[in-house]
């Protein structure tokens, strides 16, 4: 199975060159992020699983498909994973949403968790981490990991922009989780900054800059 999906579909290219724009304001800098988190979430969600119902049309009896299974949770890693559940609630407006907090130590360089709070079902759900860039892959690593420790089976993280550092340290520490990126960049540059990338996520998102 593919385990890492580039969507590179016209509209998320098109938006994600407005989000790189150093001119792009806060205002529509946010508002893409969230679109592009709904065109994302159409297809990372392209393989739930379905069950035939019957529904009474107008016109006569019809066999339809409604979706089966386990149901959803969505968890942004904070802060710049805020911008996208709003995106990903547009499609799916009954997902729980549990959040995960991480900072850097500054002398191990370890993400270390500050805040986490999950659904209290979160087991028997599947599960979208999200977090508009994956640059080191530290986070978002750290981030599956502990939603994995709530005993949770399917996680997809899905990430904007990527850089090939972040994909491998995943695909490394994690090989069962399926990611979903708009592009793949560069290079992380000597800060960690995704290359050409588009800046601080959180700060562009927040307008913190
Ligand atoms: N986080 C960001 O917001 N931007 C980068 O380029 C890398 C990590």
């Known amino acids: 199975m593919e385990m890492v999906h580039v969507l590179d579909h016209p509209l998320l290219q098109h938006k994600l060159s407005i989000l790189r724009d150093e001119t792009t304001g806060v205002k529509d800098f ?7 988190a709904t065109l994302m ?10 069950q035939a119902v ?9 066999v339809t498909y409604q979706l089966a299974g386990k149901k959803l949770a969505i968890v942004p890693v904070l802060r710049a994973g805020l911008g996208m559940v709003e995106g990903i609630l547009t499609l799916i407006p009954s997902a729980k949403v549990g959040h995960i907090g991480l900072f850097r130590d500054p002398d191990t360089l370890e993400p270390v968790k500050y805040y986490c709070k999950m ?55 994690h090989p ?19 290359v050409p990338g588009l800046g601080d996520a959180g700060d562009r998102i927040f307008g913190t800059k």
């Not at 979430?41 to 379905?50: E, F, I, K, M, W």
């Open 30 to 36: 946010r508002e893409i992020v969230c679109e592009i």
């Open 176 to 194: 069962d989780v399926e990611i979903y990126v708009a592009a793949v960049d560069d290079q992380l540059n000597d800060h960690g900054y995704i």
């Open 41 to 50: 979430c159409y297809d990372a969600t392209r393989n739930l699983p379905l």
């Open 119 to 173: 659904p209290t079902d979160i087991a028997d759900r599947d599960v979208i981490i999200l977090d508009p860039m994956l640059a080191t892959g530290g986070s978002a690593s750290a981030a599956i990991s502990f939603v994995k420790e709530y005993g949770v089976k399917n996680i997809k993280l899905m990430n904007i922009l990527a850089a090939p550092e972040g994909i491998a340290r995943v695909r490394k520490d």
């Open 54 to 62: 019957e529904v009474q049309t107008p016109v006569a009896k019809a």
